[in-house]
């Protein structure tokens, strides 16, 4: 089978069966009586495409080249970065919360202990996408294209999937979708970038866990920050090429 056919169906595979993990919840809001237990399958779409993955990896044997080989010590230049981007969340979230009066922070995380446990969930649940997002789709999807064209056709196809987990969980309007599929495509650069660099699943996992962890800011404005800080970088880049040539 073609490397392209099997993308489209590990794509297909993962939106529907990510949808019917919020089907009762759609159901129990359209006023039907659905059993409470069946509510709990949201819990699992977060894992649907990791599993997705598994599967085709242990069809064609290749769990440990393509996972296992990509979970690695996290060195000091990856480390740097996350601190990089934690900072400008922290400060970005900061500066919203001054200019309009509204503790995020403080909200989000009442005490240590909330924070502590947050960090653990969201770092269990950015490995698991992780693994199917970067560590397995995108591998896939690289193959034979430029690496920045890839990034992005998997930032927007993870963005999408997104997509009942606002509207159906968090009963979001278009407002607030469009704001975070841009939102959600801008994070799938850095993790895509990062990963094609350093190769680790873990360090990306991180990467994905600040983000969720210190840009508490809407979405609009926390688009604004990244796209900022892309720019800036990519103009020191272009300086810093411009002064070895010379």
Known sequence: MANSTKNFLWILAVYALSFLCYVPMLLRQSGAAVPGVLLNLRYLFVLIPMLISGIFLLSERGVKTCWLGSLKRISAKELFLCAILAVTGVLATCGYSCWQEAGLFRSAYPSARTLAAAAVYLFATALAEELAWRGFLL??????????????????????????????????????????????????????????????????????????????????????????????????????KGIKEF
Not at 141 to 161: D, E, F, N, P, Q
Request: with cysteine.
């Open 139 to 240: 591998k896939r999807i690289a193959a034979g294209r430029k690496k920045v064209l890839s990034v992005g056709i998997t930032g927007v196809i993870w963005a999408i999937w997104h997509i009942p987990m606002w509207t159906i969980r968090n009963s979001l309007g278009l407002e607030d979708v469009v704001p975070l599929l841009i939102w959600t495509v801008l994070i799938s650069l850095i993790l895509g970038t990062a990963y094609f660099r350093f190769e680790n699943l873990l360090s990306v996992s991180l990467l994905h866990t600040i983000c969720n962890i210190c840009f508490l800011a809407p979405a609009q404005y926390n688009d604004m920050i990244i796209l900022a800080g892309m720019m800036i970088c990519y103009i020191f880049m272009k300086y810093k």
